[in-house]
Protein backbone atom coordinates (compact mmCIF):
# COMPACT_ATOMS: atom_id res chain seq x y z
CA UNK A 1 0.00 0.00 0.00
CA UNK A 2 2.89 2.20 1.32
CA UNK A 3 4.52 1.18 -1.95
CA UNK A 4 1.78 2.31 -4.36
CA UNK A 5 1.34 5.38 -2.49
CA UNK A 6 4.94 6.14 -2.86
CA UNK A 7 4.80 5.49 -6.78
CA UNK A 8 1.60 7.77 -7.16
CA UNK A 9 3.27 10.95 -5.24
CA UNK A 10 6.44 10.54 -7.45
CA UNK A 11 4.42 10.55 -10.33
CA UNK A 12 2.41 13.96 -9.43
CA UNK A 13 5.32 16.00 -8.21
CA UNK A 14 7.73 17.67 -10.18
CA UNK A 15 10.63 16.41 -11.61
CA UNK A 16 12.52 19.39 -11.59
CA UNK A 17 14.81 20.76 -9.21
CA UNK A 18 13.22 24.67 -9.31
CA UNK A 19 9.58 23.24 -9.56
CA UNK A 20 10.14 21.34 -6.40
CA UNK A 21 11.94 23.80 -4.31
CA UNK A 22 8.84 26.32 -5.54
CA UNK A 23 6.56 24.02 -4.40
CA UNK A 24 8.25 23.42 -1.16
CA UNK A 25 7.87 27.37 -1.02
CA UNK A 26 5.01 28.04 -2.10
CA UNK A 27 2.58 25.33 -0.51
CA UNK A 28 3.08 26.47 3.00
CA UNK A 29 2.22 29.69 2.25
CA UNK A 30 -0.84 28.76 -0.24
CA UNK A 31 -1.76 26.33 2.83
CA UNK A 32 -1.59 29.38 5.28
CA UNK A 33 -3.64 31.43 3.06
CA UNK A 34 -6.44 29.12 2.75
CA UNK A 35 -6.45 28.29 6.80
CA UNK A 36 -6.60 32.06 7.21
CA UNK A 37 -9.31 32.67 4.51
CA UNK A 38 -11.65 29.64 6.08
CA UNK A 39 -11.31 30.82 9.74
CA UNK A 40 -12.10 34.69 8.49
CA UNK A 41 -15.02 33.60 6.86
CA UNK A 42 -16.26 31.21 9.53
CA UNK A 43 -15.75 32.88 12.63
CA UNK A 44 -16.17 36.76 11.15
CA UNK A 45 -17.02 37.65 7.84
CA UNK A 46 -20.53 35.20 7.96
CA UNK A 47 -20.91 35.49 11.63
CA UNK A 48 -21.14 39.43 10.89
CA UNK A 49 -22.84 38.70 7.57
CA UNK A 50 -25.98 36.91 10.25
CA UNK A 51 -26.46 39.15 12.29
CA UNK A 52 -26.11 42.47 10.01
CA UNK A 53 -28.81 40.10 7.85
CA UNK A 54 -31.29 39.90 11.05
CA UNK A 55 -30.91 43.40 11.93
CA UNK A 56 -32.07 44.53 8.43
CA UNK A 57 -34.94 41.71 8.72
CA UNK A 58 -36.15 42.37 11.83
CA UNK A 59 -35.91 46.58 10.47
CA UNK A 60 -38.18 45.62 7.38
CA UNK A 61 -40.29 43.44 9.85
CA UNK A 62 -40.84 46.40 11.70
CA UNK A 63 -41.63 48.52 9.13
CA UNK A 64 -44.28 45.93 7.31
CA UNK A 65 -46.20 45.13 10.79
CA UNK A 66 -46.65 49.16 11.58
CA UNK A 67 -47.15 49.75 7.43
CA UNK A 68 -50.31 48.02 8.33
CA UNK A 69 -51.97 51.12 10.27
CA UNK A 70 -55.09 52.90 8.08
CA UNK A 71 -53.65 56.70 8.53
CA UNK A 72 -52.01 57.42 5.38
CA UNK A 73 -50.19 60.25 7.11
CA UNK A 74 -48.77 57.87 9.42
CA UNK A 75 -47.67 55.43 6.54
CA UNK A 76 -45.82 58.57 4.71
CA UNK A 77 -44.53 59.66 7.57
CA UNK A 78 -42.83 56.06 8.68
CA UNK A 79 -41.68 55.55 5.07
CA UNK A 80 -39.64 58.87 5.10
CA UNK A 81 -38.42 57.81 8.59
CA UNK A 82 -37.11 54.87 7.22
CA UNK A 83 -35.80 56.35 3.56
CA UNK A 84 -33.72 58.98 5.89
CA UNK A 85 -32.53 56.82 9.06
CA UNK A 86 -31.72 53.43 7.13
CA UNK A 87 -31.38 54.62 3.77
CA UNK A 88 -33.82 52.34 2.35
CA UNK A 89 -35.99 53.38 -0.48
CA UNK A 90 -39.50 52.05 0.11
CA UNK A 91 -42.40 51.68 -2.30
CA UNK A 92 -45.86 49.90 -2.89
CA UNK A 93 -47.12 48.49 -5.80
CA UNK A 94 -51.02 48.07 -5.58
CA UNK A 95 -52.45 44.94 -7.33
CA UNK A 96 -48.77 43.00 -8.12
CA UNK A 97 -48.01 39.49 -7.26
CA UNK A 98 -44.45 38.11 -6.41
CA UNK A 99 -42.34 37.54 -9.61
CA UNK A 100 -41.53 33.78 -9.72
CA UNK A 101 -38.71 32.82 -8.16
CA UNK A 102 -35.63 32.20 -9.83
CA UNK A 103 -32.78 29.67 -9.17
CA UNK A 104 -31.19 29.49 -5.66
CA UNK A 105 -27.57 30.56 -5.63
CA UNK A 106 -26.74 28.43 -3.20
CA UNK A 107 -22.99 29.12 -3.18
CA UNK A 108 -23.84 32.72 -2.28
CA UNK A 109 -23.16 33.36 1.33
CA UNK A 110 -25.37 36.67 1.02
CA UNK A 111 -28.16 34.76 -0.33
CA UNK A 112 -28.52 31.90 1.65
CA UNK A 113 -28.43 34.31 4.85
CA UNK A 114 -30.31 36.24 3.12
CA UNK A 115 -33.45 33.72 2.34
CA UNK A 116 -32.91 31.92 5.52
CA UNK A 117 -33.77 35.63 7.98
CA UNK A 118 -36.47 36.38 5.18
CA UNK A 119 -38.13 32.74 5.58
CA UNK A 120 -38.10 33.12 9.22
CA UNK A 121 -39.63 36.51 9.52
CA UNK A 122 -42.28 36.20 6.25
CA UNK A 123 -42.69 32.46 5.44
CA UNK A 124 -42.89 32.40 1.47
CA UNK A 125 -44.46 35.54 0.98
CA UNK A 126 -41.08 37.65 -0.80
CA UNK A 127 -38.88 37.89 -3.19
CA UNK A 128 -35.39 39.57 -3.56
CA UNK A 129 -33.21 39.97 -6.51
CA UNK A 130 -29.14 40.61 -5.47
CA UNK A 131 -27.68 40.38 -8.86
CA UNK A 132 -29.96 42.99 -11.15
CA UNK A 133 -28.22 46.04 -9.50
CA UNK A 134 -24.45 46.31 -9.11
CA UNK A 135 -24.55 47.95 -5.77
CA UNK A 136 -28.14 47.57 -4.43
CA UNK A 137 -30.69 44.61 -3.62
CA UNK A 138 -34.63 44.52 -4.67
CA UNK A 139 -36.47 43.05 -2.19
CA UNK A 140 -40.75 42.46 -2.86
CA UNK A 141 -42.83 41.53 0.28
CA UNK A 142 -46.19 40.04 -0.07
CA UNK A 143 -48.70 43.05 1.73
CA UNK A 144 -52.30 42.69 1.33
CA UNK A 145 -53.59 43.12 -2.27
CA UNK A 146 -50.74 44.12 -3.69
CA UNK A 147 -46.25 44.48 -2.73
CA UNK A 148 -44.26 46.10 -0.63
CA UNK A 149 -40.72 47.20 -2.66
CA UNK A 150 -37.23 47.94 -0.90
CA UNK A 151 -34.13 48.73 -2.09
CA UNK A 152 -31.28 49.25 0.10
CA UNK A 153 -27.47 48.81 -0.37
CA UNK A 154 -25.49 45.57 -0.27
CA UNK A 155 -23.39 47.06 2.41
CA UNK A 156 -26.22 46.55 5.39
CA UNK A 157 -25.65 42.74 4.82
CA UNK A 158 -22.25 42.30 3.50
CA UNK A 159 -19.21 43.59 5.12
CA UNK A 160 -16.85 45.82 3.07
CA UNK A 161 -13.68 44.69 5.04
CA UNK A 162 -14.40 40.96 3.12
CA UNK A 163 -12.84 42.59 0.18
CA UNK A 164 -9.90 44.21 1.57
CA UNK A 165 -9.13 41.00 3.62
CA UNK A 166 -9.79 39.46 -0.10
CA UNK A 167 -7.15 41.88 -0.72
CA UNK A 168 -4.47 41.76 1.57
CA UNK A 169 -4.51 38.22 1.43
CA UNK A 170 -4.26 37.74 -1.87
CA UNK A 171 -1.64 40.25 -2.74
CA UNK A 172 1.44 39.94 -0.09
CA UNK A 173 1.13 35.85 -1.40
CA UNK A 174 1.56 36.59 -4.72
CA UNK A 175 4.25 39.09 -4.23
CA UNK A 176 5.76 36.46 -2.12
CA UNK A 177 5.58 33.67 -4.30
CA UNK A 178 7.25 35.73 -7.24
CA UNK A 179 10.15 37.04 -4.63
CA UNK A 180 10.79 32.88 -4.12
CA UNK A 181 10.46 32.17 -8.21
CA UNK A 182 13.58 35.08 -8.87
CA UNK A 183 15.41 33.66 -5.78
CA UNK A 184 15.00 30.05 -6.54
CA UNK A 185 15.68 30.92 -10.16
CA UNK A 186 19.18 32.74 -9.04
CA UNK A 187 19.81 29.22 -6.54
CA UNK A 188 18.93 26.51 -9.57
CA UNK A 189 20.48 28.49 -12.67
CA UNK A 190 24.27 27.07 -11.31
CA UNK A 191 22.76 23.49 -10.71
CA UNK A 192 21.77 23.47 -14.44
CA UNK A 193 24.41 25.05 -15.96
CA UNK A 194 26.87 22.13 -14.31
CA UNK A 195 24.14 19.01 -15.80
CA UNK A 196 24.41 21.15 -18.96
CA UNK A 197 28.15 21.02 -18.94
CA UNK A 198 28.60 17.72 -17.30
CA UNK A 199 26.14 16.37 -20.17
CA UNK A 200 28.41 17.97 -23.22
CA UNK A 201 31.13 16.75 -21.40
CA UNK A 202 29.69 13.37 -21.47
CA UNK A 203 29.17 14.10 -25.17
CA UNK A 204 32.69 14.49 -25.92
CA UNK A 205 32.16 18.28 -26.49
CA UNK A 206 35.20 20.20 -25.61
CA UNK A 207 35.07 23.58 -23.89
CA UNK A 208 37.76 25.67 -22.27
CA UNK A 209 36.58 27.43 -19.64
CA UNK A 210 33.49 26.70 -17.26
CA UNK A 211 32.99 29.17 -14.42
CA UNK A 212 31.27 28.16 -11.32
CA UNK A 213 28.97 30.21 -9.70
CA UNK A 214 26.03 30.35 -7.28
CA UNK A 215 26.11 28.92 -3.36
CA UNK A 216 29.28 27.89 -2.00
CA UNK A 217 28.60 24.05 -2.33
CA UNK A 218 27.45 24.49 -5.80
CA UNK A 219 30.48 26.25 -6.35
CA UNK A 220 32.83 23.62 -4.97
CA UNK A 221 30.90 20.98 -6.66
CA UNK A 222 31.30 22.71 -9.81
CA UNK A 223 35.14 23.54 -9.35
CA UNK A 224 35.43 19.92 -8.69
CA UNK A 225 34.00 18.84 -11.51
CA UNK A 226 35.91 21.51 -13.30
CA UNK A 227 39.50 19.83 -12.42
CA UNK A 228 38.01 16.34 -12.99
CA UNK A 229 37.23 17.25 -16.70
CA UNK A 230 40.81 18.65 -17.21
CA UNK A 231 42.50 15.44 -15.67
CA UNK A 232 40.23 13.37 -18.05
CA UNK A 233 41.02 15.87 -21.06
CA UNK A 234 44.76 15.98 -20.16
CA UNK A 235 45.02 11.81 -19.80
CA UNK A 236 42.71 11.17 -22.82
CA UNK A 237 45.29 13.53 -25.32
CA UNK A 238 48.22 11.85 -23.54
CA UNK A 239 47.05 8.49 -24.52
CA UNK A 240 46.19 9.36 -28.05
CA UNK A 241 49.33 11.24 -28.41
CA UNK A 242 51.87 8.22 -27.41
CA UNK A 243 49.59 5.98 -29.42
CA UNK A 244 50.27 8.02 -32.25
CA UNK A 245 53.36 8.43 -31.88
CA UNK A 246 54.73 4.99 -31.42
CA UNK A 247 52.26 4.05 -34.76
CA UNK A 248 54.58 6.84 -36.61
CA UNK A 249 57.65 6.07 -34.86
CA UNK A 250 57.73 2.66 -36.38
CA UNK A 251 57.13 3.69 -39.78
CA UNK A 252 60.26 4.72 -40.22
CA UNK A 253 62.02 1.00 -39.29
CA UNK A 254 59.40 -0.37 -41.27
CA UNK A 255 60.28 1.86 -44.56
CA UNK A 256 63.90 0.67 -44.30
CA UNK A 257 62.80 -3.03 -44.31
CA UNK A 258 61.21 -2.54 -47.29
CA UNK A 259 64.39 -1.03 -49.03
CA UNK A 260 66.31 -3.57 -48.18
CA UNK A 261 63.52 -6.18 -48.92
CA UNK A 262 63.89 -4.77 -52.65
CA UNK A 263 67.78 -5.67 -52.58
CA UNK A 264 67.04 -9.60 -51.59
CA UNK A 265 67.87 -11.99 -54.32
CA UNK A 266 65.71 -14.55 -52.99
CA UNK A 267 62.16 -13.25 -54.01
CA UNK A 268 59.80 -15.98 -52.66
CA UNK A 269 61.46 -14.83 -49.21
CA UNK A 270 60.82 -11.20 -50.23
CA UNK A 271 57.31 -11.68 -51.18
CA UNK A 272 56.45 -13.37 -47.95
CA UNK A 273 58.50 -10.83 -45.77
CA UNK A 274 56.81 -8.09 -48.04
CA UNK A 275 53.22 -9.20 -47.23
CA UNK A 276 53.94 -8.93 -43.01
CA UNK A 277 55.56 -5.56 -43.85
CA UNK A 278 51.82 -4.71 -45.72
CA UNK A 279 50.29 -6.15 -42.42
CA UNK A 280 51.94 -3.76 -40.17
CA UNK A 281 51.64 -0.79 -42.09
CA UNK A 282 48.43 -1.48 -41.89
CA UNK A 283 48.07 -2.35 -37.97
CA UNK A 284 49.72 1.24 -37.48
CA UNK A 285 47.28 2.73 -40.19
CA UNK A 286 44.32 1.62 -38.22
CA UNK A 287 46.23 2.25 -34.86
CA UNK A 288 46.47 6.22 -36.09
CA UNK A 289 42.98 6.20 -37.26
CA UNK A 290 42.27 4.95 -33.49
CA UNK A 291 44.44 7.91 -32.09
CA UNK A 292 42.96 10.47 -34.29
CA UNK A 293 39.37 9.47 -33.32
CA UNK A 294 40.88 10.77 -29.73
CA UNK A 295 41.62 14.78 -31.03
CA UNK A 296 39.14 17.43 -30.10
CA UNK A 297 36.93 18.45 -32.80
CA UNK A 298 33.88 21.40 -32.76
CA UNK A 299 30.42 20.24 -33.27
CA UNK A 300 27.71 21.42 -35.77
CA UNK A 301 24.86 21.16 -36.48
CA UNK A 302 23.55 19.36 -39.74
CA UNK A 303 21.04 17.10 -41.59
CA UNK A 304 22.51 13.57 -40.67
CA UNK A 305 21.04 12.48 -44.16
CA UNK A 306 23.11 14.72 -45.89
CA UNK A 307 26.05 13.96 -44.56
CA UNK A 308 24.77 9.80 -45.39
CA UNK A 309 24.16 10.54 -49.39
CA UNK A 310 27.96 12.44 -49.48
CA UNK A 311 29.27 9.30 -48.01
CA UNK A 312 27.67 6.68 -50.29
CA UNK A 313 28.42 8.67 -53.62
CA UNK A 314 32.25 6.67 -53.28
CA UNK A 315 29.66 3.37 -53.45
CA UNK A 316 28.05 1.57 -56.11
CA UNK A 317 24.64 2.60 -56.19
CA UNK A 318 22.96 -0.87 -56.75
CA UNK A 319 24.53 -2.45 -53.65
CA UNK A 320 23.98 0.50 -50.99
CA UNK A 321 20.81 1.72 -50.70
CA UNK A 322 19.13 4.26 -48.52
CA UNK A 323 15.77 4.96 -46.93
CA UNK A 324 15.56 8.28 -44.70
CA UNK A 325 13.07 10.26 -42.22
CA UNK A 326 13.12 13.65 -42.75
CA UNK A 327 14.34 17.24 -41.43
CA UNK A 328 17.37 14.90 -39.27
CA UNK A 329 19.11 18.01 -37.86
CA UNK A 330 21.49 17.16 -35.09
CA UNK A 331 24.48 18.37 -33.40
CA UNK A 332 27.65 16.19 -33.50
CA UNK A 333 31.24 16.01 -34.77
CA UNK A 334 30.49 16.03 -38.25
CA UNK A 335 34.33 13.91 -38.96
CA UNK A 336 33.71 11.79 -36.38
CA UNK A 337 30.68 9.94 -37.36
CA UNK A 338 31.33 10.43 -41.07
CA UNK A 339 34.47 8.10 -39.92
CA UNK A 340 32.13 6.17 -37.76
CA UNK A 341 29.30 5.32 -40.81
CA UNK A 342 32.42 4.96 -43.51
CA UNK A 343 33.66 2.32 -41.40
CA UNK A 344 30.32 0.20 -40.96
CA UNK A 345 29.49 0.76 -44.91
CA UNK A 346 33.19 -0.30 -45.36
CA UNK A 347 32.86 -3.58 -43.04
CA UNK A 348 29.26 -4.37 -44.90
CA UNK A 349 30.57 -4.26 -48.09
CA UNK A 350 33.88 -6.39 -47.25
CA UNK A 351 31.83 -9.49 -45.77
CA UNK A 352 28.25 -9.19 -48.00
CA UNK A 353 26.95 -7.76 -51.04
CA UNK A 354 24.25 -5.72 -50.24
CA UNK A 355 24.04 -2.30 -47.40
CA UNK A 356 20.63 -0.52 -46.57
CA UNK A 357 21.06 2.51 -43.88
CA UNK A 358 17.94 4.07 -42.95
CA UNK A 359 17.37 6.73 -40.26
CA UNK A 360 14.46 7.10 -37.90
CA UNK A 361 13.38 10.09 -35.58
CA UNK A 362 12.00 8.76 -31.76
CA UNK A 363 11.21 10.60 -29.24
CA UNK A 364 14.77 12.67 -28.37
CA UNK A 365 16.97 9.95 -30.34
CA UNK A 366 17.96 9.73 -33.71
CA UNK A 367 18.75 6.02 -34.98
CA UNK A 368 20.51 4.98 -37.80
CA UNK A 369 20.40 1.23 -39.05
CA UNK A 370 23.06 -0.34 -40.88
CA UNK A 371 22.53 -3.74 -42.30
CA UNK A 372 24.15 -5.54 -44.45
CA UNK A 373 23.27 -9.41 -45.97
CA UNK A 374 26.82 -10.96 -44.91
CA UNK A 375 27.84 -13.98 -42.57
CA UNK A 376 26.50 -11.61 -39.35
CA UNK A 377 27.89 -12.31 -35.78
CA UNK A 378 26.75 -15.14 -33.24
CA UNK A 379 24.95 -13.30 -30.41
CA UNK A 380 27.46 -14.55 -27.92
CA UNK A 381 29.97 -12.76 -29.89
CA UNK A 382 28.46 -9.02 -29.91
CA UNK A 383 29.68 -7.56 -26.75
CA UNK A 384 33.08 -9.07 -27.83
CA UNK A 385 33.51 -7.73 -31.29
CA UNK A 386 33.41 -3.81 -30.24
CA UNK A 387 36.50 -4.68 -27.59
CA UNK A 388 39.58 -2.98 -29.06
CA UNK A 389 42.01 -5.71 -30.86
CA UNK A 390 39.12 -8.52 -31.00
CA UNK A 391 38.47 -10.43 -34.12
CA UNK A 392 36.35 -13.36 -34.81
CA UNK A 393 37.28 -15.24 -37.15
CA UNK A 394 35.05 -18.07 -37.12
CA UNK A 395 32.21 -16.26 -39.35
CA UNK A 396 34.61 -13.37 -41.04
CA UNK A 397 37.61 -14.94 -42.59
CA UNK A 398 41.23 -14.61 -41.92
CA UNK A 399 42.06 -13.59 -45.04
CA UNK A 400 40.71 -10.07 -44.37
CA UNK A 401 42.37 -7.16 -43.64
CA UNK A 402 41.85 -4.85 -39.79
CA UNK A 403 43.51 -6.00 -36.47
CA UNK A 404 39.64 -5.48 -35.24
CA UNK A 405 39.30 -1.93 -34.09
CA UNK A 406 37.08 -1.43 -36.97
CA UNK A 407 33.63 -1.62 -34.45
CA UNK A 408 35.87 -0.62 -31.11
CA UNK A 409 36.11 2.53 -32.90
CA UNK A 410 32.82 2.90 -33.84
CA UNK A 411 31.46 1.98 -31.04
CA UNK A 412 33.76 5.05 -28.98
CA UNK A 413 32.57 7.59 -31.71
CA UNK A 414 28.83 6.97 -30.62
CA UNK A 415 29.65 6.67 -27.12
CA UNK A 416 31.43 10.07 -26.80
CA UNK A 417 28.48 11.54 -28.66
CA UNK A 418 26.48 10.18 -25.64
CA UNK A 419 24.56 7.67 -27.68
CA UNK A 420 24.45 3.61 -28.21
CA UNK A 421 25.81 0.85 -30.54
CA UNK A 422 23.42 -2.55 -30.32
CA UNK A 423 24.04 -5.19 -32.70
CA UNK A 424 21.61 -7.33 -33.99
CA UNK A 425 20.56 -9.83 -36.43
CA UNK A 426 19.41 -7.99 -39.54
CA UNK A 427 16.52 -8.57 -41.89
CA UNK A 428 18.64 -9.08 -44.54
CA UNK A 429 19.93 -12.25 -42.68
CA UNK A 430 23.14 -10.65 -41.75
CA UNK A 431 24.45 -8.04 -39.17
CA UNK A 432 22.39 -4.84 -38.18
CA UNK A 433 24.34 -2.01 -36.93
CA UNK A 434 21.96 -0.15 -34.60
CA UNK A 435 22.94 3.53 -33.46
CA UNK A 436 20.98 5.76 -31.58
CA UNK A 437 22.42 9.78 -30.74
CA UNK A 438 20.08 11.89 -28.58
CA UNK A 439 19.28 15.23 -29.94
Same mark, same amino acid.
Given at each position: MFYGLNNLIKKILPKGLFYRSLLIVAAPIILLQIIITIVFFDSLWIKANKGMTRSLVSEIKTLHDVYGTNNEDEKKSIVNLYNKNFDFVISFIENENLPKLQKERWYSPMDRSL?????????????????? /?? !??? +????????GILQVFFHKDKISPSSARIFALWITLPGFLLITIAIIFLKNQTRPIVNLAKAAERFGKGEFFKEFRPSGAKEIRQAAYEFDRMRKRISVHLNQRSEMLSGISHDLRTPLTRLKLQLAL %??????????????????? @????????SR????????????? +???? !??????????????? +???? !??????????? $?????????? $? /???????????????????????????? !??? /???????? /?? %???????????????????? +???????? &? @???? &????????VKISLPF
Open positions: RRELKSAFGQSYWFNTTK /YK !EVI +DLRIKYMD %IKQQDLAKKMSEDIDEMER @MLNEYLEFNQKNEETATININ +DLIL !EIIKKYDSKKVNTSF +DKNL !EINIRPTAIKR $CLVNLVDNGL $C /YGEIVKISTKKTNGDLMIFIDDNGPGIP !EDE /YQNVIKPF /YR %IDKSRSQNKSGVGLGLAITN +DIIRAHGG &K @MILE &KSHLNGLR
